[in-house]
């Protein structure tokens, strides 16, 4: 533990914080701690008020539950089935659609995924319209300014960006997610009148919202908005995204052309650990904070006075040595952790609040989720950076990603399956 703010966190205005802590059992503790409340930054509560990762107690078990249905068992099967897997093979036909005169096709891995992955997140919302990668690309040119303006770490014209973002989401309202809305209000009262079988209604948020499995959507319709905005658009597009580019980069880095090491990327046991090691070291959310509910001593002897909130470092908590061992900041997916211990360490959270997407991910059984399949099919397209083209950091962000990532696909045909 420190007592002190380190300079990106300075740098995101995380001031007022009574201490902050980077080992991973503590942060860990703190997490599955109910002695301890998430924080809320004032300037994001247009966004962020009543969502799920910000409420406590019952609020939250309610909404976690009906929310959950989404991405659990037969909710994440369906989903893969029906929207991750086609919107995956339609990505690759729109690559090769363009592909040079050589055959070989030429993108933005980065933009790709982004399609991908705003799809992805639109039918989970139940955004109609949102069905091929020019449709995506439109939602995610909208909504990047609103969504980068409730977030901490995008470090440049913040006041000016919030303002932008509040007439953004009116916008959103009336583009996308009121006519969404209107269209599930009509299929739930032809379900009720009989005209319309239960199992034909979509799986998704808005079935949820206008299904009143949750109350508190009916007293505040804007929370349902909310909802979608930053738990799905946000929360399920950035971050799969960044991942998904950091995965294939420590892939590339790590096979370096090793036939033998390519093999091992279509055996699922092996690319599991490798996401979990991209997912430990390239965490998109460095920082979490607590507020303590009441006095409380972690098991290290730190002690957190009640109203206390607490910084975690969750980047520096994923690469404790104590726990990952001497080589903690290096990209091993043979690495072995500690019994009881997450192998992707502190990506998705922890304890009430841990990541709902995570069966959408890492698939309920841990292997079979959406990242494995587009790695699998990018490297059965034997994906390779573009020499002529090297990848881009992003600039003013706290966050460590990509602003672009070149990459070429073999020709149909000439690829490898496994």
């Avoid at 508190?216 to 580019?245: K, N």
Wanted: glycine share 8%.
């Amino acid at each position: 533990m420190t007592k002190y703010l380190d300079a990106d966190a300075e740098r995101a205005g995380l001031r007022g914080y009574d201490l902050n802590l980077t080992s991973f059992n503590e942060v860990m503790e703190v997490l599955r701690s109910a002695k301890f409340v998430t924080v809320m930054d004032d300037r994001s509560e247009p966004f962020r008020a009543g969502t799920m990762l910000r409420l406590e107690g019952p609020d939250h078990r309610r909404r976690r539950q009906a929310m959950g249905t989404l991405v659990r068992a037969d909710g994440q099967r369906s989903f893969q089935e029906k929207v991750v897997m086609p919107t995956i093979r339609d990505g690759f036909r729109q690559v090769y659609a363009n592909a040079g005169s050589d055959g070989r096709a030429r993108f933005d891995l980065v933009s790709f995924l982004g399609d991908i992955f705003f799809r992805n997140a639109a039918a989970l919302i139940g955004l109609s319209g949102v069905d091929s990668p020019a449709a995506a690309r439109q939602l995610r040119e909208f909504s990047v300014p609103m969504l980068t303006a409730t977030d901490f770490m995008e470090l440049r014209d913040r006041e000016a960006r919030m303002r932008r973002a509040v007439e953004l989401k009116q916008e959103f309202f009336e583009q996308y997610y009121c006519p969404a809305l209107r269209r599930h209000e009509e299929q739930a009262r032809q379900c009720e009148a009989g005209e319309l079988a239960a199992e034909e209604m979509p799986r998704d948020l808005l079935t949820l919202i206008v299904g009143n499995r949750d109350p508190s959507w009916a007293a505040e319709p804007d929370v349902g908005m909310r909802e979608a905005i930053v738990d799905l658009l946000g929360a399920g597009t950035s971050t799969s995204m960044m991942t998904g580019v950091w995965a294939v980069h420590d892939l590339l880095t790590w096979t370096d052309g090793d036939p033998g090491r390519t093999r091992l990327v279509f055996e699922d046991e092996f690319l599991a650990a490798a996401i979990h090691e991209t997912l430990r070291l390239h965490t998109l959310v460095p920082y979490l904070w607590r507020r303590a509910e009441e006095d409380v001593a972690l098991a290290s002897g730190v002690k957190i006075e009640r109203g206390q909130c607490v910084l975690l470092e969750v980047d520096k908590a994923n690469r404790d040595e104590s726990v990952f061992g001497a080589a903690a900041d290096t990209y091993n997916p043979y690495r072995k952790v500690p019994p009881k211990t997450y192998p992707y360490g502190v990506a998705f959270g922890a304890g009430r609040h841990m990541c709902f997407g995570l069966p959408v991910v890492l698939g309920n059984d841990g292997v079979h989720g959406s990242h494995a399949a587009l790695i699998k099919a990018l490297f059965a397209a034997r994906v390779s950076g573009d020499p002529d083209d090297p990848p881009q950091k992003a600039a003013d962000t706290l966050r460590d990603k990509w602003s672009r990532y070149p990459v070429v696909l073999q020709p149909r045909g000439q690829g490898t399956t496994s």
